[in-house]
């Protein structure tokens, strides 16, 4: 590590897209020295791994009106980065069968007309005149929100990391913040696989890997990573594209398209937590039951490949915006439960505005560390 990047005025930990997205708006308030550190390569992790699903039909309104402010932000995409953002606006479709889920789902809806969102509640008849070849034996309805789609990930981030790079943030890779160092009540900096950074400020965007971290400055963050399989198939025509990204909430399984082919996954809510990421055909057998239970030509679909990544997840599957304990410099952005991507442009924003001006025009109470020592509040309830 050159001698010029020993000290910081701010360290960011973490390449994937919460860190390059609070790297590049960090620099958009001021003149700050700001080295941004990644264990292996950018966004190569659970970002890069992401099916990059942006969508507003969240239960809780904060999620809501994150994923309003990166849609906003990403209508400016080509301006700010001198890039077309490749944004799939397929729109979302959740598949209701249970009663006290649909019941959960409208109260949802209710809120998501409140806040704008042009959300649409479907009867079976009319979800199978939209999209014949689902099947809506048993469904209670669905919901659906035209505006809501997909894009790519890791293109997004690299946009964002150009952009910071650009603008003086230092970016080293494959360096492993082995600690957070702290003394008399505050963080001093970290120690790296390559040697010691001072710094003032320091800010866990870790993902799945947030708690370890966290855990070296003696603060627990209540996050814990689970693998989620994501599988495509080869070419496949027997579905219409564009194909929205459909969603059956009971058995927790999506689909859309990819490509030429189909794009499927599915939360296993028996998983235990681990840092594995490797699929394995049980699974897949089960996935590609559930899938076809709802579209059931999708049967006949030939697999390509797969992949395993991470979610971070929190008790609430709310994340964990902020100042990260009584430690006075030491701020996170963690545990986004599967909703990282979308809300990283946002996150990114309003977290740099608190750390900097010490406000960020935006109700963070939901986000804080310290809920966690209150009984339970409202947390998010609509996620796969």
Known sequence: MAESERTADIVIIGGGIMGLCLAYYLTQQGSLKISLLEKGLLAQASTGLSVGGIRQQFSHPSNIRLSQMTLELFSHFEEAFGRT??????????????EQ?????????????????????????????????????????GTFCAEDGYADPYSVAMAFAEAARSLGVSIQENTRVLEVRTGSGRVQG??????????PIVINTAGAWAAELAATAEIRLPVKPYRRQVYVTRRFDDLPKPLPLIIDQDSL???????????????????????????????????????????????QAEILRGWGGLYAVTP?????????GELDGFYGAVGFSGH???????????LSELILSGDANFDLGPFTHSRFARPAGAGEKCTV
């Open 340 to 350: 990282g991507f979308q809300h990283g442009p946002a996150v990114g924003r309003l």
């Open 253 to 299: 399984s999506y689909f859309r398209g990819e490509g030429e082919g189909i794009l499927m996954g599915q939360t296993d809510p028996d998983e235990p937590p681990s840092f594995h990421t490797h699929v394995d055909r049980g699974f897949l057998e089960h996935l590609i039951e559930a899938v076809a239970r709802r579209a059931p030509v999708l049967a």
């Open 190 to 199: 970290i120690r790296t696989s390559k040697g010691d950074v001072a710094a």
């Open 85 to 98: 953002l490749e944004f799939h606006k397929v729109g979302y479709l959740f598949l209701v069968e249970q």
């Open 316 to 324: 609430d599957e709310n994340p964990i915006i902020g100042r990260l």
């Open 101 to 141: 889920t649909w019941k959960f789902f409208l109260e949802n809806v209710r809120t998501q007309l409140e806040l704008g969102v042009p959300v649409e509640v479907l009867s079976p008849h009319e979800i199978r005149e939209r999209w014949p070849f689902l099947n809506t034996e048993g469904l209670q309805g």
